[in-house]
């Protein structure tokens, strides 16, 4: 079993029948590298989100999910899957069962963003982080100091406000974006056992497999293909951002519990709101700002948490 304290360096292979001390050369300081590989993944999850902002709408959630999934399966296997088995994992029910919940939860976030307005659908989602701190506790009996509730909630107060949070939209619509935050919640508490054993890519290899299978039915009933060069492009890059963000934020949890990770990649809505303003044309509000010094503040504070030494 890993010491979480001295977790496994990042790495790209699949095979984690080698003893640890094969597995990488460098080993990174754990205050350090967690926020650093959540914050990278924010940040291209973000590049993610505006890719698809800007996509043809007539691509519906499942042309995205499809082209997501099965693209990030494809390039994963002629990565890594020349010379053995990809798919040798360990624990490979657990990695089904996380690929299969992880893929409930990006279904209901996009399902929930087109119910409801952006801002109830994000701050409800983003209530993730409080989900998987319930799921640690109930799973893994993980208890919870008062400053990192804190800094949970500071997290979901600042998205309501850099969001301009109103309760809206219907009452099924809510219900999926809560369902998007529990599935989320328990995903990131999942791979707290799966880090232990398994390396990034053997994750989200599995996240991929799971995910093409939940959204092929509906591609093959209505199929889209990208009709123009730019189309192609944009659909690539949709591989590519998601490819590399999840095998970050994946890595980022070998350094953080499922929470600290989740209130870390709350910063996406901070990098999102940048994004709109000077791509977008978007207004640079007061709520921007309140709600932008909220998050990053909680993320900073988190993080001396994390540094201080244990008494």
């Known amino acids: ?30 205050a350090l590298a967690g926020p650093l590989f959540m914050l990278s993944a924010a940040i291209l999850f973000t590049l993610l989100n505006l890719i698809v902002k800007t996509l043809n709408p007539e691509f519906t959630v499942w042309h995205i999910g499809f082209f997501r999934f099965f693209g990030g399966l494809v390039m994963i296997l002629i990565i890594f899957g020349r010379h053995h088995n990809p798919f040798r994992g360990n624990n490979t029910r657990l990695l089904i069962i996380r690929g299969c919940v992880g893929s409930v939860a990006f279904i209901s976030l996009i399902t929930a963003v087109k119910l409801l307005p952006l801002s109830t659908a994000l701050v409800i989602f983003y209530s ?42 219907t ?43 939940v959204t092929a039915p509906k591609f093959i009933l209505v199929p889209m293909l990208p009709g ?70 909680s993320v900073v504070a988190l993080n001396r948490l994390k540094a201080e030494p244990k008494k």
Do not use: H
């Open 171 to 213: 009452f099924l619509g809510q219900a999926i974006a809560t369902l998007g935050a529990v599935f989320a919640g328990l995903t990131v508490t999942l791979i707290r056992s799966l880090r232990e054993n398994n390396g990034p890519v053997i994750i989200y290899l599995y996240f991929c497999a799971m995910g093409a299978l």
């Open 1 to 30: 079993m890993c010491n979480p304290l001295n977790p496994p360096p990042f790495n790209l292979g699949v095979d984690m029948e080698k003893p640890k001390k094969q597995r990488g050369l460098v080993q990174m300081d754990k």
């Open 228 to 297: 123009t060069p730019l189309e192609w492009v944009m659909v690539l890059g949709i591989v590519f951002t998601s490819l590399t963000a999840q095998l970050l934020m994946n890595q980022g949890f070998f350094y953080c519990k499922g929470w600290e990770g989740g209130v870390y990649m709350s910063s996406e809505v901070i990098f999102t709101g940048v994004v709109g303003i000077v791509f977008l044309g978007d207004p640079v509000t007061l709520r921007f700002w309140i709600g932008g010094l909220l998050i990053f503040g």
């Open 128 to 169: 993730f982080p409080a989900f998987s701190a319930v799921f640690a506790f109930l799973i893994y009996g993980e208890k919870i100091g008062r400053l990192e509730i804190v800094c949970i909630l500071l997290v979901v107060v600042g998205v309501g406000a850099l969001f301009d949070f109103r309760l809206g939209g």
